[in-house]
Structures are given as C-alpha cells and as structure tokens.
C-alpha cells in the first residue's frame, strides 16, 4: 500500500487557493486544512490557532533548531512561515487527511522529499492580470506588500509545471471539481478509503 497521501496546494497569491481549498473541505469533511506557523503580524480579525499559529522569531528559531519544522520559508520581506510536523500528525492520528496551503518553495521541498507522500497542486488564475486584480481587490496588503507579491507570482507562475498537477482558477465550481478528483484519486491509488 501506498503511504497516505498529503496535499500540498500552492500557487500564486491572489489565485483563489484559500477559496478553492474550504470548498473541498466542504465537500471532503475528512480532508483537514493544516494550520501553519508564521512570525507575521496578526491581521484584524484573525485568530491564533485558527488562520496561522502566530510565533516570535525566537520560536520560531527554537521550533527550527529542533527539527519540528516539515519544510519552512522566509519570504523577501524577512517573515518566515512553516508546517509543524506536528500538525500533520495531529490530523492523521485524528484519521483525517492532511491538506497544505503552502508558498511554492516550500511545495517544492516538499515535492522533491517525497517524505510524506506529497501530492502537489499549483493553482493559477487565468492571466497574470487577472492575477493582480484579484489581489488588488481583496485589499489585505499595502501597495509595497502588493508589489512585491506580485514579483514573486511572477517568479511562482515560471515554476508550475514543476508541480504534480495544474489548477487553472477560471471557474470556481469547475476548478474545485478538479481538486476533488485529484484528491480522490491519489486516495483510491493509496488504498485510502474516501466517501464518494
């Protein structure tokens, strides 16, 4: 039997990865978002332990030292992000199936480890144009923040086919239907059983 898959799905900022993901959460209740570590500021209206787990620097470093990261990044901007291995086996010792939202190079370490049974998806939007309205529009960033995410989607859009599977965010409906038949068929090819 195959190892128990863990989806790891990354892609440009702006693309729709958030929104296609809690759609398949939906659809796929045993499917379970793990949560990363950051060392960014909290944004109003988030919640430790709910969107990121927020640590210090210092953590952050100590965290590092001992291993506990599964992969970890540090953006240009100097704010570092990682997965916890104990977030993953938190959710597979719930019975659950772990599910990534990762920035692309930590998916690439990811995917070249093959330690955890990565099954990698980059999600796109239709045009990089269409790329940079949407992220315009959801007005997290400041304009430098968008500037730079923008640059890096750039650099990010080069490196899709790096990846298992491309996603293309044209239609939402049609672009979860896509990820739930990834999902399901790296399970069935595990030996995973998955509700139909």
């Known amino acids: 039997m195959a190892p128990r898959p863990v ?16 759609a398949l959460v939906e659809r796929m209740p045993e499917v379970e978002l793990a949560i990363s ?14 969107e990121y787990w927020f640590i210090s ?11 506990e990261f599964l992969e970890h990044i540090v953006f240009d901007w100097g704010q570092r992000s990682g997965t916890l291995r104990s977030e993953i086996d938190r959710i597979r010792n719930a019975g659950r199936i772990p599910l990534l939202d990762l920035e692309t190079e930590g998916a690439l370490r990811l995917a070249r480890t093959r330690s955890v049974g990565a099954v ?8 990089f144009e269409e790329n940079e309205r949407r992220l315009r529009d959801r007005a997290t960033e400041s304009e430098g923040e968008i500037e730079e995410r923008l640059e890096l989607a750039r650099r990010q859009l080069e490196q899709a086919d790096l990846f298992d599977h491309v996603i293309e965010n044209d239609d939402l409906e049609r672009a979860v239907e896509e990820l739930e038949e990834i999902v399901r068929g790296a399970l069935r090819t595990a030996g995973t059983v998955s509700r139909p």
């Open 120 to 127: 990698t998806i980059f999600v796109k939007a239709p045009s």
């Open 57 to 67: 620097d210092e953590e952050f470093d100590r965290k590092l030292a001992e291993g």
């Open 7 to 22: 989806f790891v799905v990354t892609g440009t900022s702006g693309a729709g990865k958030g929104t296609i993901e809690r």
């Open 37 to 50: 570590a950051t060392t960014r500021s909290r944004r109003a209206g988030e919640q430790n332990g709910r």
